[in-house]
């Protein structure tokens, strides 16, 4: 009688136990979510998470506050995430440069791209557009292929840390030019591209959300967009392709995962706010204005792609020989 009792008494707590999870689920989110995000102020990933922010405040009435986590190329942000507490309210808006280039160039990151996250949606794609401090004397990618083989190792290029896709980048152009370029990373594109502004560096390939202001105003000169056609926002900018350089492609994406094991009615709940707002006018017009296009995927579809995804960059960087100390 009395293990019968106790059974029942278990029965009934773990019965209890899953109510009270499920109702913590539908009520999600009834607190604050914190989006980390592995750039500083003023970068492309920075841009991404406060419009990202904005909206989800908007529709699921809860704040969606930036945290910003530089260092180590993205890699402390996504440490902090995969290490936090699998409940939706700390999440990643993780750009394409780290989560999926970071495990061919770093065998022993603290984590995993699949294992240590719930993919939740894709938010943003991004080409990169390559710029040059504007007294360079270039105007155009063959021009700037000119200068680097006559001056060769002069050339300095700016990236957001060793192994970014800045860095990789970089190197990919470097080889197409045929001369050598010197990397100098710093850490998160904000602070990159501040030097590229102050003449510090001379180039840097980035996504358009951190330059498109600075072109309006003539503080950098934009050469060629590393996409197979142009962008509405960058009109006058010739693609890689048009430029001779064809093969250079470079598109960033900007994605939401949280932490592996956060319940999957949190995840499908955040992943649906998510769409609502991709799908916003007013986003899409200002991830637009940017140089940024809308592009949701669910998390199925997201798992999928971050796949893909590694084994994509996985080989261009075998093929290039890149190597991070």
């Known amino acids: ?41 003023g970068g492309g990933g920075d841009f991404a998470a406060r419009l990202l922010g904005e909206g989800l405040t908007r529709v699921l009435g809860q704040a969606f506050v930036v945290e910003n986590r530089v260092g180590g190329g993205g890699s402390v942000a996504a440490t902090a995430v995969a290490r936090a507490a699998p409940n939706g309210y700390t999440v990643l808006l993780a750009y394409s440069g780290t989560h999926v280039a970071f495990p061919a160039l770093f065998p ?55 192994g970014s896709i800045q860095h990789i980048g970089g190197e990919w152009l470097a080889g197409m030019v045929g001369a050598p370029m010197l990397h100098v990373p710093y850490r998160g594109a904000g602070p990159a591209m501040n030097d590229l502004v102050a003449g510090t560096v001379d180039l840097m390939i980035t996504t358009p959300p951190a330059v498109v202001g600075l072109l309006r105003d003539g503080a950098v000169r934009a050469l060629a ?45 955040l992943s649906e706010a998510i769409r609502q707002v991709t799908a916003d006018p007013v986003f899409r017009r200002r991830s637009e204005e ?34 991070v100390e």
Do not use: C
Not at 292 to 320: K, V
């Open 1 to 41: 009688m009395l293990t019968t009792t106790r059974r029942m008494a278990t029965l009934l707590a773990a019965a209890a136990s899953v109510r009270s999870a499920t109702a913590q689920e539908t009520r999600y989110p009834d607190r604050s979510v914190t989006i980390v995000v592995p750039a500083a102020p």
């Open 225 to 269: 967009l590393a996409s197979p056609s142009r962008h509405t926002m960058l009109p006058d900018i010739p693609t890689t392709a048009e430029a001779g350089f064809g093969e250079l492609e470079l598109e960033a994406w900007f994605a939401v995962y949280a932490p592996a094991d956060t319940p999957p009615p949190v995840v499908n709940r």
């Open 290 to 323: 940017s140089g940024t296009t809308p592009a949701y995927m669910d998390p199925a579809e997201l798992a999928a792609f971050t796949q893909s995804e590694l084994i994509r960059w996985s080989e261009l960087i075998r093929r290039l020989g890149i190597q």
């Open 108 to 162: 022993n990151l603290a984590w995993d791209p699949v294992r240590s996250f719930a993919p939740v949606a894709l938010v943003l794609r991004a080409p990169h557009v390559i710029v040059v401090r504007k007294d360079l004397p270039v105007r155009t990618l063959a021009e700037l292929a000119d200068y680097a083989r006559r001056n060769p190792g002069r050339l300095t290029y700016a990236s957001s840390g060793a």
